[in-house]
Structures are given as C-alpha cells and as structure tokens.
C-alpha cells in the first residue's frame, strides 16, 4: 500500500456510481474513512463534526467536486467505533444522508496538496478547543478567571418555532454529544430557550460545534447555542419543563407527590413524544440523529398515528430491525448476540454500566436474542446509544427499543434453563443512590478500563495476570497517583475491555474487595 497523497483511483471501479451502500466488498478498518455524497455547500467544520464524537480527527481531505471527503482518525479504534454507531443509522449533513466505509488508505498525507488550508485552519481550531486553549466563536469571553468555553452547561435558543419543542426532543439530540443531566426550559423576550447540562465541557463544545444554527425540524425551529455563565444547574422538580436526570426523586412540583420510580420513566422519558407530533406530518426531522428512533407517535387519538414521515426525512432510523419498539420505554431488544457464550449475568453487568438493570430474558429458542429491562426509559436509550454497534464475543450487538413493556419472569415449573433472570433487587446497581456521582462517569466502551476499589496489598502484577488470564492483552496500567485504590488499565481493544468488564466486575479480590470496573474516557 503506497502512502503517497492519496489518489481517488482506487475509487474509481464504479463503488460510487449509484451502488447501494450495501453492495460493496467492505475494506479492512482503518483509521482512514471514506465519506461520499457530501452536500457541496457543506463546510471542513461540519465534516469533523461527524467524528469529534468518537475521538481526535487527526487530518482530513474534502473532494468538493467528487462530493467525497476523507477523514483521519487518531486511532483505528475510533473509526470502527464510528463506523459502527453510523452503520445501522445513517448521518446526515444539511439533511442529506452521508455514506461512510474504511479507506484503502492506511493514513492520509496532505502535506503536499493544494487547498488544504481551509481543512488545516478547520482542524486546529478544533484541537485548540479540545485542549482548551481557545474560546469557540461566540463563546462569552467575560467570564473572568474560567477559561471561556469551559463550561458544561450551554445556553440554548430556538428561533422560528413553528412548532413545539420539549424537553424530551431537547433530551434526545444533545444526548448525541454525551451525557445529559439537567435540562431546565423557560421563556424570554419572547423567545423559547433552554439551559442544558453535561457531565463534562467538552461535550458541550462537541455539541455546540455541530448543532449550532442547524434546524430541528425541515426550515424550521432553528438552534443558537451558547456557553452559559452558570457552571451547574439546580433543578428542583422533575416535569415538563425542567429534569434532572441523575435524580428520578424530585417532586413535579405542582402539588402531586414526588413519583415512583416506574411512573419516574414513563414520565421523565426521552422519547415519550405524544401529540404535539401528531399535527407535524410536514416538519420531518432535519437532524439526523439516531436517538429519535422514538418518532412514531403513540396512538394518539384523533392524530396521524406513526407520522407519515418519508424514509429520508427519518435518516434511516425506521430501518432498524426490530424498530416498532416503544417509545419511552424501559425494554431492550438485543440481537446478534453469540449464544455459546452470553449469559443474563453477562448482559446484567454490560448494560448495568448505563443504568440498574432489573431483568435479562435470553430468548430460551433463539439464544442471540435477549430483553434487557433497565430502571427507566433514560438508562435504555443510554445502554443503547452507548453499546449498539460494539462488538461482543465475535458479534456486532445490535439494541434496539422492545416492544415488549416489561420481561415477564417464568410461571412456576416452566422450563427456562436460567434463561430469565430477575435482578432488581442485586447489591451491584451503579445507580440506586439519587444523584450518584456515577451518573457523571458514563463513557462509551473503550479500550481503557477505570478500576476502583482495589486493596492495598494487590499490586500491578496482580492486576496485569488477573486481565491477562481472562484471555486479555494488557497495553499499558497505571495506579492514580492521588489515590492508589484506583488505576486505569489499557487493553488491546473495544471488544477486550468489554469482556474483561463483563467477566471481572465484582471480582473479589480479598480483605473483603470487590473490585469495581467502569469504561474511561481517559487513555494511559
């Protein structure tokens, strides 16, 4: 493989010539991607946004007249992370759908190519922001002593609102970017606006960099958004206009008494979207994002039932298998699973990362089939934004909203060889506490792995053979420095660190122990 400037040669056996994405021998992961039918109009900006979510873009090549791009990622571990979270949904850039696959190229070298300038200026404006040497464009710079752009709450607008937006719909386009945990919705001058909170500022600069100015719906219900001055938010009921969702406890505030926790998810769910759609057949959505996959409307009487909205409107999201799944509800439908080895304890620890997992039911005559049931609506649409597309024993898992409301546990005597398995009452739930600082260490899998809670007598070794007899190959470890019952331990992949993590939570490891591991989003 050469690595000369890359030609557009090995492009040229009619791949790109009206064949469906789904015809193509695919290419071995690279770090390279290969992006084609990119609106001409589209900015360098706009194509990075499509890989900030998943790590550093190292480099990038735009083809106007080809309408094809190449992006570089830092590490081939990001692309495939990309690859598959857009696989089973299409991105969309100014409403037209994006195809992504590896590229023949190994890495991209520009240096010598005209027009890169533009795609350079793109690039390192980016990577300032992410080591937080520069204020975005129109972040407030009169913060005093915070370096502008730091904050993880952001300033929202819409503009022609046309049509109603809810806190819900705000719930699930910025869940994109990370994780949301407190959302308050209010009007001034006349104008809806929201203040939304993250666990960490740099989703927040993701998140403004690719949704500032776009539409939420076709021509309409524009967003402006900004750093806000407040660095947290405080939130002190739980309704319609305002969620805090690391605490299903607070009040609605309206007199009725704080929720239980089941009507906590049918309630403060992203994705419960009623009626105000049903009257929106002509605003289809323009952001393509995957986490709408909530957009058919529940019989809403008198409405247009499912909106008639068409497939490219929906940017794929109606093509997923299994889709009819319900709205805001708390049931995962989980395919492609490897039946030899999968186990409900299995699927309990990897989807109890994103939520407290209270049933898992293998399907008992199609073993690569399972029903996760988490505590609400919120954590399922976590668990499947976080792990759809990761691989797991050899498989790409795919999950998906159930249509089933709950998993129903065996009638007594009913053969079920330990396929259902009721965990709602387990000791190892990461977020039974309200306002659990683990709600803020949500990350998506990664080759890195945060352990925690390890006695003072195990040492590095221990450590490293405990993960290499579990069949991983150890990268790199390192004990924090401030705190030594806590280290970070890189592996050799996404899938690795997911089996370790499945296999080695809770492991006892003496003087009473259990060590506790998480996904980072720090690497060694």
Known sequence: MNNSSPSIGVYANGNDNKKFKGDRPPCSPSRVLHLRKIPSDVTEAEVISLGLPFGKVTNLLMLKGKSQAFLEMASEEAAITMVNYYTPVTPHLRSQPIFIQYSNHR?????????????????????????????????????????????PVLRIIIENLFYPVTLEVLHQIFSKFGTVLKIITFTKNNQFQALLQYADPLNAQYAKMALDGQNIYNACCTLRIDFSKLTSLNVKYNNDKSRDFTRLDLPTGDGHPSLESPMAAAFGAPGIISSPYAGAAG????????????????????????????????????????????????VLLVTNLNPDLITPHGLFILFGVYGDVHRVKI?????????????????????????????????????TLSKHQAVQLPREGQEDQGLTKDFSNSPLHRFKKPGSKNFQNIFPPSATLHLSNIPPSVTMD???????????????????????????????????????????????????????????????
């Open 363 to 399: 399907m008992f005559n199609k073993k690569e089939n399972a029903l996760v049931q988490m505590a609400d609506a919120n954590q399922a649409q976590l668990a499947m934004n976080h792990l759809n597309g990761q691989r797991l024993y050899g498989k790409v898992l795919r999950a």
């Open 283 to 330: 605003f289809a959505p323009a952001i393509g994002f995957p986490q709408a996959t909530g957009l058919s409307v529940p019989g809403v009487p008198g409405a247009l039932g499912p909106l008639a909205l068409t497939s490219s409107a929906v940017t794929g999201r109606m093509a997923i298998p299994g889709a009819g799944g319900i709205p805001g509800n708390s």
């Open 107 to 151: 890495e991209l070298k520009t240096d010598n190519l005209p027009n890169q300038a533009r795609a350079q200026a793109a690039l390192q404006a980016v990577s300032a922001v992410q080591s937080g040497n520069l204020a975005l464009p129109g972040a407030p710079t009169n913060e005093g002593t915070m370096l502008p752009g730091q904050s």
């Open 462 to 524: 221990d450590l490293k053979n405990l993960f290499t007899e579990a069949g991983c190959s150890v990268k790199a470890f390192k004990f924090f420095q401030k705190d030594r019952k806590m280290a970070l331990i890189q592996l050799g992949s996404v899938e690795e660190a997911i089996q370790a993590l499945i296999e080695l939570h809770n492991h006892d490891l003496g003087e009473n122990h259990h060590l506790r591991v998480s996904f980072s989003k720090s690497t060694i």
